[in-house]
């Protein structure tokens, strides 16, 4: 069978746009499109924030420090489990499972508990959990959540460490110190010291800055 066409009838110069002759988008139509792509994508977070926070609040009611360990250790996993499925940032995640005012915190009130928890197969499972949404094409920031910087003081050879692993994983140092700051740190390899404290305490003059940015960084080094 021949599938040529033959039929007899012109074709038209405009039935098929050449790509060299479409004309250029002109910036201010550029930095419309870009604009309401961010007011749709700002949109849809907040629809996404919302969801998360009514599921939250709905889980916050099942706290109960008076259970047993077993049962908290549960409690937390599946409360994890709940917010994961709607999780629109990895920052709430972690906000509303081991943040400061999350459900492990306000279960384990005791230190000890605290700390055998954060040993138990159910906390290693939350961590990954974590890693997962972290992974995601998600957005960097929260906009329930201020961001805020440190600063670390570190001897180079360290700082040479640091990067090196950075590259090695194909990662930035900003994203693989998070990393290690989501990990819980045996307080044994915590040197003690007598020396005066030094630095700015938590919480000090300077944490109310707003427009401070919150990432965990090694001096200016960033590998991208």
């Known amino acids: ?14 039935q098929w746009l050449n790509p060299t002759d479409a004309k250029p988008i002109s910036k201010a139509t550029s930095t419309r499109i870009r604009v309401k792509a961010a007011d749709e994508a700002g949109e849809k977070l907040a629809a996404e924030m919302k969801v998360f926070h009514s599921v939250a609040d709905e889980l916050k009611v099942k706290r109960d420090i008076s259970h047993s360990t077993e049962m908290k250790r549960k409690l937390v996993f599946e409360t994890a489990t709940e917010l994961f499925g709607v999780a629109p940032t990895w920052t709430a995640f972690y906000r509303e499972t081991l943040g400061g005012s999350g459900v492990a915190r306000a279960l384990f009130v005791d230190s000890d508990e605290a700390r055998e928890y954060e040993r138990s197969d159910e906390h290693s499972k939350i961590l990954e959990m974590l890693t997962v949404l972290r992974s995601r094409d998600l957005p960097e920031n929260d906009p329930h959540e201020q961001q805020r910087m440190i600063t670390v003081r570190i001897p180079k050879s360290l700082h040479d460490a640091i990067c090196d692993e950075a590259n090695e994983l ?11 700051l989501l990990q819980k740190v045996d307080p044994a390899m915590i040197p003690s010291s007598s020396q005066k404290r030094r630095g700015r305490r938590p919480g000090s003059a300077g944490a109310n800055l707003a427009a401070t940015q919150e990432v965990a960084t090694l001096g200016e080094s960033e590998i991208a």
């Open 170 to 180: 194909s990662v930035s140092v900003n994203k693989l110190c998070i990393s290690r």
């Open 1 to 14: 069978m021949n599938f040529e066409n033959n039929s007899s009838e012109p074709q038209s110069d405009n």
